[in-house]
């Protein structure tokens, strides 16, 4: 059996909590969370590791701990982990989008 450490299991956790909180107006996101989110959309925050197994590890950093690098995920090609990433980026960019607020799509004319 491998043995799992508990501390990336924390930290995966977290960004996921952290990320998915969601209130029922999301115009009222609080300052700290959006800046969050900003950071998180930006690639330059994020870095792809290879492990000694093999696999690629994907990485980011936080705004209050902008030295600090946090695992997130991993993969098993290159590709794949960027992929996951840029999946990440798309993920908070449509959470800030919809902190805009509703946005109209269609209008009609009398």
């Known amino acids: 059996m491998k043995e799992v450490n508990n501390q990336n299991q924390l930290n995966m956790t ?11 107006d999301p115009t009222k996101i ?4 959006k800046t969050q989110w900003e950071h998180l959309s930006n ?5 792809i590791t ?8 994907t990485e980011v950093t936080y705004p ?11 993969r098993e090609t290159l590709e794949g982990a960027e992929s996951a990433i840029d ?23 009398e």
């Not at 977290?14 to 029922?24: A, D, F, G, N, R």
């Not at 999946?87 to 004319?109: M, R």
């Open 87 to 109: 999946g990440s980026i798309d993920h908070f960019n449509k959470k800030l989008e919809a902190t805009k607020g509703p946005k109209v799509v269609k209008t009609f004319e």
């Open 30 to 33: 609080d300052e700290k969370t």
């Open 43 to 47: 690639k330059s925050n994020w870095r």
């Open 50 to 57: 290879q492990l000694p197994n093999g696999y690629y590890q």
């Open 64 to 74: 209050d701990k902008p030295d600090q690098w946090t695992d997130v995920t991993r």
């Open 14 to 24: 977290y960004l996921y909590y952290k990320t998915s909180t969601w209130s029922s």
